[in-house]
């Protein structure tokens, strides 16, 4: 069994946050979330995960497996690993792949700074690479490093979106009931054809559901049951909650699921993947300006104007900018007021190096100047300003995306007498 490297500062709970659920949901969800902490502070490790993740993509035809398959130039496992550790209360993580993507997976711990991560090598089928990361959880099996669970997650390698709320869903089912999954409607319906292709019969939609991940076990029921299992189950099955019904004789919690919940699985799912990501990264943009809020200036105008054109995006500001990072915003205007240079601009791009926020996915920072043609000739600014090009040329080797606007207005318009109407007499460059 290989591990992932130790533990060590990198950025708290990286990613976009995820959502949460309301009103009673909530207030139980929290109060089991806080009880199983509780539990898992007292005994090490109540909860782990196993994710198997050595197939080889033949249905998304490249010759990448979908897993290491790129989505905003990092690979898809990434994100996916992502999601399980910002649940602190799943404390290791087995990921099975196969002996020549070892390597590879390795160079993915370390660049992205995943933590809790163990990796083991993956089977020929799915059932075998499930069974061989719960070897590794098993306190039977020589040269163990890990304790054993009382909970073990299933999840796959390739659904990337799954959130916190539907993962404690299916653990405290487990908990109850020994074994649980997360299912969806069915979006076709399911037809049997007979030998020689024609319609035999079809199953009544409204009764059946998808099976989905994750899927949660009480680790002694799992275990049992791979350990019991056939040969020709281990080498066809594809279901974890049948295994548990059929070896250990435990009838499994169906937990509704939520959409995010589908797995990329052909070529386009990449693109739709990527576009989620995207989304949910563009939720929020932070104005950060070197000049007090109650100050008058045209900049605060910019970010009333963001505000209302931007009525689908939370636009904030402020100054602390070691808060605002930590707050997971991914979109900066910068506003250099009382600078004639890029010192904000600077300062801001050295924060998000230091705190390794764009590791994870691309930052974008819109560096802003302001000119007023009456008292600055704007050739001598503009080649101020053309300096931005070699300072976006070190940060996009860093993922950070910086772009500079200048804003060429007259000093005569304030944002006391003019408001919105200062773009008026403004020249964009």
Not at 196 to 203: F, P, R, T, V, W
């Amino acid at each position: 069994m290989e591990l992932g490297p130790p533990g060590g500062s990198g950025p708290a709970e990286p990613g976009p946050r995820l959502r949460g659920l309301r009103g009673a949901d909530a207030a139980a969800s929290a109060s089991s979330l806080s009880r199983f902490g509780a539990e898992a502070g007292c005994r090490a490790s109540a909860v782990a995960a196993v994710l198997p993740a050595g197939g080889s993509g033949e249905r998304m035809g490249v010759p990448t497996p979908k897993q290491f398959c790129p989505i905003l130039e990092r690979p898809l496992i990434s994100y996916t690993l992502q999601a399980l550790e910002r649940v602190s209360w799943i404390k290791d993580i087995i990921v099975a792949v196969t002996r020549e993507n070892m390597e590879t997976m390795k160079g993915i711990i370390q660049r992205y700074q995943h933590k809790r991560i163990s990796l083991v090598e993956a089977g020929v089928t799915r059932h075998r690479s499930i069974f061989n990361g719960l070897k590794a959880l098993a306190e039977d099996q020589p040269n163990c490093r890990l304790s054993k669970p009382e909970v073990v997650i299933i999840h796959d390698a390739v659904r990337p979106f799954v959130e916190e709320d539907v993962l404690l869903k299916v653990v405290t089912a487990a908990q109850e009931h020994g074994a649980s999954g997360a299912i969806r409607p069915l979006v076709s319906t399911v037809i049997s054809p007979s030998a020689d292709s024609c319609l035999d019969h079809s199953l009544e939609r409204a009764r059946y559901r998808a099976s989905e991940m994750p899927q949660a076990f009480l680790f002694d029921v799992i275990y049992d049951a791979y350990q019991q299992c056939s040969d020709y189950d281990l080498e066809f099955g594809t279901e974890c909650l049948h295994l548990a019904l059929k070896y250990s004789h435990i009838k499994a919690k169906l937990v509704e699921g939520s959409p995010d919940l589908w797995k990329v699985t052909y070529k386009r799912d990449l693109y739709a993947a990527e576009s989620i990501i995207k989304e949910r990264i563009s939720q929020k943009v932070c104005v950060v300006m070197d000049t007090k809020e109650d100050e008058e200036h045209v900049g605060h105008c910019l970010e009333e104007m963001l505000k209302t054109e931007l009525n689908h995006v939370k636009v904030t500001s402020g100054q602390d900018l070691q808060q605002i990072i930590l707050e997971q915003c991914y979109n900066f205007v910068c506003v250099n007021v009382m600078t004639s240079d890029f010192e904000e601009t600077q300062r801001l791009l050295n924060m998000v190096e230091e705190s390794n926020l764009s590791i994870l996915y691309p930052v974008v920072v819109i560096s802003v100047h302001f000119l007023d043609y009456e008292s600055v000739p704007l050739g001598q600014k503009m080649e101020k300003v053309m300096q931005i090009r070699e300072f976006a040329k070190e940060a996009k080797k860093r993922n950070i995306l910086l772009s500079g606007l200048l804003i060429y207005f007259p000093q005569l318009c304030s944002a006391e007498s003019h408001g919105y109407r200062w773009s008026k007499g403004a020249k964009m460059k």
